[in-house]
């Protein structure tokens, strides 16, 4: 889908039609779509295929009087097996459009071109609004991790007592997603670094002090991300302890009880066998062996309490 805008003070204005020199949104583009592209507004079949890439990096580079930028931003399916992931966003400047491509929708995109939605950051030219794409994918991404981190702190409290492999297998989840998102951030860190580049300072007018608060922030996120998946890394192995202690606890009360079980066994089996016995005419046999049973079950319970073995 193909949407046009307009730069206004603090925001955009959706237009009806191509304006020279407006932003262009294009989101989950047919082919019909890539064509006018590529055809309409000369944009690189080569850097088209790379969006299309999901795993393709961050990086930045200038051709026929355009800058092509991808950076990557966060989105989040929770059908999809990592519901927390990454995925190229691809920005195009030039003098005759802005326009921004992603393979498929995301909130990064949704939130920056949300009518009247919350700006981030004020913009009136493409370099501010450039800017404030990057800023608002850093606090998505901070806003995720704040999920992750809250998603896993849920998985810890159903691990204390677990048994199975379930939440362990959702904390492996959890940490593929801080991996995707430290990777992304990095390679976001080192394009911005290359935006101060005097090379491509045509098409990005930023003041350094812009530049280096987004610098700030994706720092920020990448630290989270750090410190977050160093507690999730130590937490799995605790928790892996954990589990195999639980499954012992649990083992071991069976066996305790099967050993209750067995003592009356004994004792019956013992009446039971084809020997005289001074039992056989009293007429209270059954009740003395039941007795004789339930007493000696008891005191292997009192025994075991004793030991402390459960």
């Not at 995925?87 to 949300?114: T, W």
């Not at 639980?246 to 209750?260: C, P, R």
Request: hydrophobic share 45%; net charge negative.
């Amino acid at each position: 889908m193909i949407t046009y805008w307009q730069i206004i003070k603090n925001g955009l204005l959706p237009l009806q039609s191509f304006v020279s020199g407006n932003v262009i949104n294009v989101v989950n583009p047919t082919t019909e779509e890539i064509n006018i592209l590529k055809n309409t507004f000369k944009i690189s079949e080569d850097f088209l295929t790379d969006i299309m890439d999901i795993d393709e990096r961050s990086r930045m580079e200038h051709e026929d009087d355009k800058l092509y930028i991808i950076y990557r931003v966060p989105f989040y399916n929770p059908d999809n097996g990592i519901p927390y992931a990454t995925m190229p966003l691809g920005i195009i400047i030039s003098d005759q459009a802005f326009i921004v491509i992603a393979q498929h929708d995301n909130d990064v995109v949704s939130e920056v071109f949300a009518s009247g939605g919350r700006r981030i950051s004020e913009f009136q030219n493409n370099s501010e609004f450039l800017l404030n794409i990057i800023n608002h994918a850093t606090n998505t991404y901070l806003r995720y991790l704040k999920q992750i981190n809250y998603q896993t702190n849920v998985i810890e409290k159903d691990l204390e007592k677990s048994t199975k492999n379930k939440e362990l297998h959702k904390l492996l989840i959890m940490e593929k997603c801080l991996v995707y998102f430290t990777t992304s951030l990095r390679s976001n860190l080192m394009l911005i670094n290359k935006i101060k580049s005097p090379k491509h300072i045509h098409y990005t007018r930023l003041p350094d002090d812009d530049l280096e608060d987004a610098i700030i922030e994706i720092n920020q996120a990448i630290e989270m991300t750090n410190i977050y998946s160093n507690i999730l890394s130590g937490m799995m192995d605790a928790f892996a302890s954990v589990i195999s202690n639980n499954l012992n606890i649990v083992m071991k009360q069976l066996t305790v009880v099967t050993i209750m079980l067995m003592i009356p066994t004994v004792v019956s089996s013992f009446f039971g066998m084809n020997v005289p016995n001074s039992l056989e005419t009293n007429n209270y046999a059954f009740l003395i062996i039941l007795g004789l049973s339930v007493a000696l079950a008891v005191l292997g319970v009192l025994l075991i309490r004793t030991k402390k073995w459960i």
